[in-house]
C-alpha cells in the first residue's frame, strides 16, 4: 500500500515549520510553558492544499458534550484555545476542516492527533475534551466527510464514488492534520511539542497503521486499537452473518443467539486453567454449536427450542466467510463475541416477516462502494455474489484503503513506537486479522524480535469492539506508549480491567502477542498477579 500512497500523495512532506524533532523534553516543556495567547496563527499550506480560512476562539472549557450519533460528554475540562483550520486540494473542490485545542495552562509539552469512527475521519469532542483535560494539545480532522454513518459524500452526482472525499478519508486528511496541528501548537505557544503522538480506535486505529506505513515521520508513538485494517477484505466479512440468514432462510432470535455464546464461553473458560469468566484465545475453542440442538430456551417468556438450522446458521458464522467451494476468504465472528451484532433479525413492521437488520457500516460498503446503489437489495446476495463481491472489494480498494502493507521498516528505523489492543471477542472486526498482519509484518522485517522491538499487540478477552475505552473494561494504553518513546519501557504487559461474562471487574496483565495468559494455580482469579504470561500450546 505503500508505494500507492506515494504516487496518490506525490511530494506532499510534512510543511517546514512542523518538521520539528523533540529539542526538549515534555517535563521541560510543561515546566516553561506559559499561558497561551489564543490568537490564530500563521498555519503554512501542506503541499498540495490551500489554507481557506484559520480562526481562533477561547473556549472555557467544563463539560464538553459529543456530537453525532456517538454523543457522550466529558467534564472537567479547563479552559482551551480552539483553532480552527479549513483546507482545500485546489481544483478538487473539497473543504476538510482540521480542529486544534490547546489548554490554556499547563501544558505537557505533548501533541496528540486523535482518529475517527467508521465513516466519520475525526474525533465527535469528547476525545478533543479528555486530551486536553490530561494537559496534550490535540487534532483532529473531519477529512470534508462527516459523521459516523453518514455516507451522503460516497457517490458523487454521476453516481460514481468520489474519489477525492475517499483519499481524504482513507489517508490524505490525517497526514495534512499532522503538518497543520504542529505548526498550530509552535504558532500558539511559540515552541515545538517534545513529542507526537497519534490515538485512535477502529477506523482511528486503521488511520494510524496507515500512518506508520505512509507517513513514518508524523508521529513518536501510535495508539493504534482494534484497527480497521483489511478494509476491503473485512468490510465485506462483516456482511457475511446476513448473507448466511438470507441463504439458510432461518433467523435465530438475539436471545438464542446468546445460548450459543453463553455454551461455548462455558465449554471453553478454562482454556487458562481457571473457571473465571473469560476465555483466553478464543480461536481455539472449538465448541461445537450443534451440541444445543433440542434444547429448550426462554426467550422473553416464549419456550423455543433450538434447531438444527439454527446451530448450521452459528457455526457457518463462527466458521466465516467461504467460497462455494469452500475456500475461507476471511476470519467469522469470534466464539464469545455478541453475534447479534451483526447477525441481528427482527420482523418486518409491514408484515411481520422476519428479516435480517445488516450492520450499516458494511451494508454501506457494499451498497455504495461496490454496487454504487444506495438502493442495492442486500438480502438477494447468494454465496456465490459475496465471493464476487469480496474479490471485487479487494481489486478496487486495497490500494486506497486496505491499510495492510506489512512493511514498517521506514517506522521502526524512524525510531517509532506502535501499540495495538484489541478485544479477543471483537464483534465488528475479528482480531484474527490483527494478528495476521503482525505475522505478515515479521516474515516482511525479518522475525518476531525485529518486530517486537518497536511494534506490540495486546489481546484482552471477553472484550468488545474498542471495549477497553471503557465501555468493556479499561486499559492506559498511551500511558504505556508514552512510557516506551519517551523512557524506553518497552511494556512487557498492559495492566487492564476487564469485565468477565458475570459482569463483574477482574484485573488482567494482557500479554504481549503471542503469549497468552494462564493460571498459576493459586490465588484469587479476579487479580491480575494470578496469572502467568506463557507461549500458547498447540
Known sequence: MKKALTV???????????????????????NTATTAACAAPSVKAPAGTEVESVTAVRQAGGTIKGTGLLGGEVSGVPAFCQVTVTLTHPGEGDHATVQTW??????????????????????????????????YAVTTTDAGVG????????????????????????????HEAAAVGKAVVGGVYGKRAAYSYFTGCSTGGRQGYMEAQAYPDDYDGILADAP?????????????????????????????????????????DKLDGVQDGLVNESSRCDFDPRRLIGTKVDCDGK??????????????????????????????????????????SEPDKTDGVVKGVPFQVPAAWVQLFLRKDSSFDLTKITYSD????????????????????????????????????????????????????????????????????????????????????????SADGLAALTAWVEHGKAPKTLPATLINTNGQQVQRDLCVYPEVSRYKGHGDPALGSSFRCVFPRH
Open 386 to 473: 459475496f465471493t464476487r463481491l469480496f474479490k471485487q472489494s479487494q481489486a478496487e480498494y486495497d490500494k486506497v484503503i486496505g491499510t495492510d502493507d506489512p512493511d514498517l521498516s521506514d517506522y521502526r528505523r524512524s525510531g517509532g513506537k506502535l501499540i495495538t489492543w484489541q478485544g479477543d471477542t471483537d464483534q465488528f472486526i475479528p482480531a484474527q486479522g490483527t494478528v495476521r498482519y503482525h505475522q505478515q509484518v515479521e516474515r516482511e522485517l525479518g522475525g518476531a524480535k525485529r518486530v517486537d522491538d518497536f511494534y506490540r499487540v495486546f489481546l484482552a478477552p471477553n472484550t468488545a469492539h474498542c471495549g477497553l475505552d471503557g465501555q468493556d473494561g
Open 228 to 268: 480497521a485494517i483489511n478494509w476491503d477484505e473485512f468490510e465485506v466479512a462483516t456482511l457475511w452473518p446476513q448473507v448466511v440468514l438470507n441463504n439458510e432462510k432461518t433467523y435465530p432470535s438475539d436471545c438464542e443467539l446468546k445460548v450459543f455464546t453463553d455454551a461455548a464461553v462455558k465449554a471453553c
Open 147 to 174: 459523521d459516523v454513518v453518514d455516507t451522503s459524500w460516497v457517490l458523487d452526482a454521476k453516481g460514481k464514488v468520489n474519489r477525492t472525499a475517499l483519499k481524504n478519508f482513507a489517508f490524505r486528511s490525517q
Open 8 to 30: 496518490l500523495a506525490a511530494g506532499v512532506p510534512l510543511v517546514a515549520a512542523a518538521m520539528w524533532l523533540p529539542t526538549a523534553t515534555a517535563e521541560e516543556t510543561r
Open 303 to 344: 419456550e423455543l427450542t433450538i434447531t438444527a438450522a439454527d446451530a448450521a446458521v452459528v457455526r457457518k458464522i463462527w466458521d466465516g466467510p467461504r467460497t462455494t467451494s469452500g475456500q475461507k476468504l476471511w476470519a467469522g465472528v469470534p466464539v464469545g463475541a455478541d453475534l447479534a451484532g451483526l447477525a441481528h
Open 102 to 135: 490547546l489548554p490554556e495552562q499547563k501544558w505537557n509539552g505533548r501533541f496528540q492527533a486523535i482518529g475517527g469512527s467508521a465513516y466519520s475521519a475525526g474525533n465527535n469532542g469528547v476525545g478533543l475534551g479528555a486530551a486536553v483535560k490530561d494537559g
